[in-house]
């Protein structure tokens, strides 16, 4: 139903202006209605807003933007494999996820919010901060204490107010809520209108190949925003006739925190060890869209892969040989590749997700 946000757990609908964050059954919301993409709408200047008729934004006309987007999807060679690279690191603050925070900031605004929280000590945070910098909305980033990186350095100089939350992540994400209960939880873990933004990357890729279906994505997944904004635009196309299958979406994980694999396999995912780990970027226990995400992977033909620290190391200098200068969250799925040869000549994109300035490896 247009204008309304469903619950998939209960199948309750919330008017989009009400602003609800989740169900009050304790679910994540989706879009209760869908989008038909016709490629004769693609025709603005190459930038996010170029898809806004498949963009859940009622005046993309007063949209915040810096005209970013199209990022290069460059062929180069990679562990002994020919991949395209969609090179999403270049974006506005160095990651892709820029593309979840543009719909999120600006749903965000024609919602008339003017503070909200969000829970993340990575590239969430300064996308966020970055996005909501331009238009004065205040942003309350929770995390971890102890955690003091490029990443929230960068959220901070933008602006965002930090607090830092002792414990676990888990008691962060919780601190989060609580704080949520008089603000907005603009959560990129869960928020829908986030991954309508990571969305982006899959429509720009597939008008960079002429329409042309890959035969598989690597994606570094953590909470499954990136991986579930591809899915949502491949779904689109394929309902609207433009694509006829749907490249094998590979879900890459590290070895210290695999909750997709150990789903699969009936285990409850160990808790992160103290120190910091390698794929920082995807280290999250619990993703609230596990079951979406495995979902997505198993109707693609995709695996869930796992790959152990040295594989990373091994990728993130194979790229930066090739002047691809990477963080290692973002080398996981590079690392991948090791294990999964495609099966025919048919081309596999490597979503290069964060930029290499951004880690101290
Ligand atoms: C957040 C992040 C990921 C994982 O994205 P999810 O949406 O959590 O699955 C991958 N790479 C980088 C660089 C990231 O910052
Ligand atoms: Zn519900």
Known sequence: MKGHLLCPACGTLYPQKEAAWQCSCGSYLDLAYTFTPRPEDFSGPQGFLRYCSVLPLEHPDKAFTFNEGFTPLHLTELLGQKVLVKMDFLLTTGSFKDRGAFVLINKCRELGIRHFVEDSSGNAASSMAA??????????????????????????????????????????????????????????????????GTKTVIYEMMEQLGWEVPSALFIPVGCGSQLLGIWLGLQEMKRAGLIDRYPRLMAIQSEHCSPLKDHLEGRDTPHLPKDPILAEGIAIRRPPRLKQILQ??????????????????????????????????????????????????????????????KSKV
């Open 131 to 196: 996005y909501a910098a331009p238009v004065g909305l205040e942003a309350h980033i929770y995390m971890q204490a102890g955690i003091s990186s490029a990443k929230t350095m960068q959220a901070s100089a933008y602006g965002a107010r930090l607090y830092k939350i002792p414990g676990s992540r888990e008691d962060c994400a919780r601190a989060a809520e609580e704080a949520a209960k008089s603000s907005y939880y603009a959560a990129h873990t869960r928020n829908p209108y986030f991954l309508h």
């Open 296 to 357: 997505a992977v198993q109707e693609t033909g995709g695996r869930t892969l796992v790959v152990p620290d040295n594989h990373i190391m091994e990728a993130l200098k194979a790229a930066a040989a090739k002047g691809l200068y990477i963080e290692p969250t973002s080398a996981a799925a590079v690392a991948a590749l090791k294990q999964y040869k495609a099966p025919n000549v048919r081309l596999s994109v490597v979503v290069l997700t964060g930029h290499g300035l």
